[in-house]
Structures are given as C-alpha cells and as structure tokens.
C-alpha cells in the first residue's frame, strides 16, 4: 500500500478528490491529512467559514459512518482546522489559483504538529474533544478566536 499523502495540483484533481469523498467513494486511507485540508480549503473557498465548517463536520460525519471509522471525526480538530486554514486564505495573495493555495497550505501547514503546538494529545484526542470545542491547553490560538459551535 501507497502511505505517501498525494498533492493536488490542479484545481480538476481537487473538485474529483472532494466528490470522491462526498460520494464516499474515496477510499478511507486515502482521506489523510493532506486530503483533509485540500477538501476544507475547497469549502472555504466556496462558502463563508460558518457554512464551510457546517459542511465539512456534515461531510466527515458522513464518510466516516459510510466507512465504519466513527473514530475519525474530532469536532475541535475539524474546527481548529477550519479556522487556520480560513486564516490561511485571508492572508493569501489575492485571485491566486485554488491549486496553488493548497500546495501553498500543504507545505506551509500540512502536518498536525499545530494542533500539538496549542493542545496536548490528551486534550485533543479526549471524548469532551471528539464532540465539542475545547480551547487549547497549551498555547491560546493566535489566528482568532474559533466559533464554539456545537455539532449539528
């Protein structure tokens, strides 16, 4: 099996991975981390970030229930995620391409090291986590405050 996280290069790559994985088509070892952020810049640059969050927690949920992995949503990762690559976007170069800001935010960002910078593994992967907003142990976000909303 092929563990390297694929990069997506053109804007066509990234509209088939996030219909791939809005079919649930997309097979669970290949919605790694790079493929979550590539999906979640996809909503955030069709969607306020409200509506994109709402969309991407509905999408994982989903997939995740399709697949038989329910261990593979956590609400505060999905929403510290939402809101650093919101964050990302906001500080882009303006009309730049889609696929250029995800290999942009892949390398720049695309490791969970982050999430680890702000919360302990403790914190993060707790039950209290995986179902709501909990503000970081470690370090208070720089980016912004994150919307504590609740799932739906």
């Known amino acids: 099996m092929?563990?390297?996280q694929p990069i997506y290069r053109t804007h066509e790559q990234i509209e088939r991975l996030v219909q791939a994985f809005e079919a649930c088509t997309l097979p669970p070892?290949?919605?790694?981390?790079?493929?979550h952020m590539t999906v979640a810049l996809w909503y955030l640059t069709q969607l306020p970030l409200d509506q994109a969050t709402d969309k991407m927690r509905t999408a994982i949920q989903r997939f995740a229930a399709f697949h038989h992995q329910t261990q593979l949503y956590n609400e505060t990762i999905t929403l510290f995620w939402m809101k650093?690559?919101?964050?990302?976007?906001s500080i882009a170069q303006p009309n730049?391409?889609?696929?250029d800001v995800t290999q942009q935010a892949l390398?720049?960002?695309?490791?969970?090291r982050?999430?680890?910078s702000h919360y302990s593994k403790a914190l993060v992967f707790s039950e209290k986590a995986r179902?709501?907003?909990v503000d970081p142990d470690?370090?208070?976000l720089s980016f912004g405050e994150v919307a504590k909303s609740q799932p739906t």
């Open 114 to 116: 982050f999430v680890f």
């Open 138 to 140: 470690l370090i208070p």
């Open 29 to 35: 070892d290949q919605f790694a981390h790079h493929a």
């Open 96 to 99: 730049t391409a889609l696929a």
């Open 2 to 4: 092929d563990t390297r």
């Open 84 to 89: 650093l690559l919101d964050h990302f976007l």
């Open 131 to 133: 179902h709501q907003w």
């Open 107 to 112: 390398i720049a960002l695309g490791s969970m």
